[in-house]
């Protein structure tokens, strides 16, 4: 069978669609998204974090200490921490 054959084939056949999983995605598929006072709230859970994923958004200069205070402490209980940073006005604050 040529390539033009295969390909024509495909096209008058059809691709099966794609069936969305009704569950939702795994953990490991989920990067938490959260400002500093609310991702301070996972640290009233108790044990480890290792796996999880979580962006700190910071929107102004007077969020980053205490974006990266919550930062040094997820991280040092095993979560993964990343920042948000705004791109327009307010990044020449930071």
Same mark, same amino acid.
């Given at each position: 069978m040529t390539f033009l054959a295969a390909l024509a084939s495909g096209l008058l056949l059809g691709l099966p669609a794609a069936v969305p999983d009704p569950a939702g995605p795994c953990a490991a598929c989920v990067t938490w998204r959260a400002a500093p006072v609310t991702a301070r709230g996972l640290l009233d859970v108790t044990g480890p974090l290792d796996g999880l @994923?979580? *962006? *700190?958004? =910071? %929107? #102004? #200069?007077? @969020? =980053?200490?205490?974006? $990266?205070? =919550? $930062?040094? %402490? *997820? #991280? $040092?209980r095993g979560a993964s921490v990343g920042f948000e940073l705004p791109l327009a006005s307010v990044a020449d604050d930071l």
């Open positions: @994923d979580v *962006l *700190l958004v =910071v %929107e #102004s #200069s007077a @969020d =980053v200490s205490a974006a $990266a205070a =919550v $930062a040094r %402490e *997820l #991280s $040092a």
